[in-house]
């Protein structure tokens, strides 16, 4: 007798897009105003392909949002109009420039503006009366991000309690919130950032040329390599120095940091961070640098 069973098993890669897409479907489904949290970096790029695969054919159900310090680097924002372009989503950008002028965030010359995105994000998702907000944020990332759930919730300052986090037990989540309050959901929190660069590897995905390597202008400083820019320019005893680099993060271009490297295209960067023993944000985000709980702290205040 002919065995006609065939065994099928997901790899990896498939079973992380898969719980991704259940993801996105059950908060489209539960939630009345989601709202995708889209910065053009690889992650969010990452999120807005599952998304996209979720609903095809259908359009996006909800609208993308950008916070917009001001300081985000060129390749970025041409990339990500590419992709709002060819989705024909609905982006809102909200900057810190008129959260400012709104009263939201206060400019004392002193706070980066990576920390004014604060005040900034949430005074956007009360204005715009979101009910839920995906996040790119993966628990790899940072110790303060490993210990959140998939759906985290905030309260109605917008503010997270670690403290106070609902189980999900069989990937069973509670949404459950009350008015003025809102739930963050973070659809990549079992991949990793190899598990990243393999599904953009495989899915020949579309992001910012500064991820591959380059020659651009930079100076250490902090242990750091930080490139030249208006904002950045050499202090002291600081050289400036032509170097083959790439970002393995991107934000506000006065905090993010670069690593030298000759990865050109997605496989040699593939080989490069699986042999990588800190993480993207440890090496190059200076905004995590400030104390051991500098990521909690701001995800207390509402931090993506």
């Not at 009345?32 to 053009?40: A, D, H, I, R, T």
């Not at 989705?87 to 706070?111: F, P, Q, S």
């Not at 949430?122 to 210990?147: C, Q, S, V």
């Not at 990865?263 to 699986?274: C, M, S, V």
Request: with cysteine; net charge negative.
């Amino acid at each position: 007798m002919t065995n006609t069973h065939v065994d099928y098993q997901l790899s990896q890669l498939d079973q992380l897009e898969a719980e991704s897409i259940h993801i996105f479907r059950e908060v489209a489904a539960e939630f009345e105003k989601p709202v995708l949290m889209f910065s053009g970096g690889k992650d969010s790029i990452v999120m807005l392909r599952l998304a996209e695969k979720a609903f095809f054919p259908a359009k996006l159900p909800f609208p993308l949002l950008q916070v917009d310090t001001g300081l985000d680097f060129d390749e970025v924002l041409s990339t990500r109009d590419s992709w709002v372009e060819r989705l024909g989503a609905r982006i809102i950008v909200a900057t810190i420039d008129e959260a400012i002028a709104a009263g939201h965030v206060v400019d004392d010359g002193k706070t980066s503006r990576n920390r004014m995105q604060i005040g900034t994000l949430l005074g956007a998702i009360e204005e715009n009366g979101f009910t839920a907000a995906f996040g790119g944020g993966r628990r790899d990332e940072e110790k303060a991000r490993a210990k959140e759930r998939v759906y985290s919730h905030r309260d109605d300052f917008g503010q997270w309690d670690p403290k106070m986090q609902r189980p999900e037990l069989w990937s069973l989540y509670n949404g459950r919130i009350h008015a003025g309050e809102h739930m963050r959901i973070f659809p990549l929190s079992n991949w990793t950032e190899l598990d990243i660069w393999h599904y953009i590897h495989r899915e020949q995905i579309e992001i910012p040329s500064i991820y591959f390597a380059h020659e651009r202008d930079v100076i250490e400083r902090d242990g750091m390599l930080l490139s030249l820019g208006p904002e950045i320019q050499p202090k002291g005893n600081e050289q400036v120095e032509k170097k083959m680099v790439r970002f393995r993060t991107v934000g506000d271009r006065t905090q993010t940091g670069c690593v030298e490297s000759v990865a050109t295209d997605t496989a040699a960067i593939i080989d490069e961070i699986a042999i990588a023993r800190v993480t993207e944000r440890g090496a190059t985000r200076g905004d995590d640098r400030f104390s051991e709980a500098a990521m909690e702290d701001r995800k207390k205040e509402g931090y993506f």
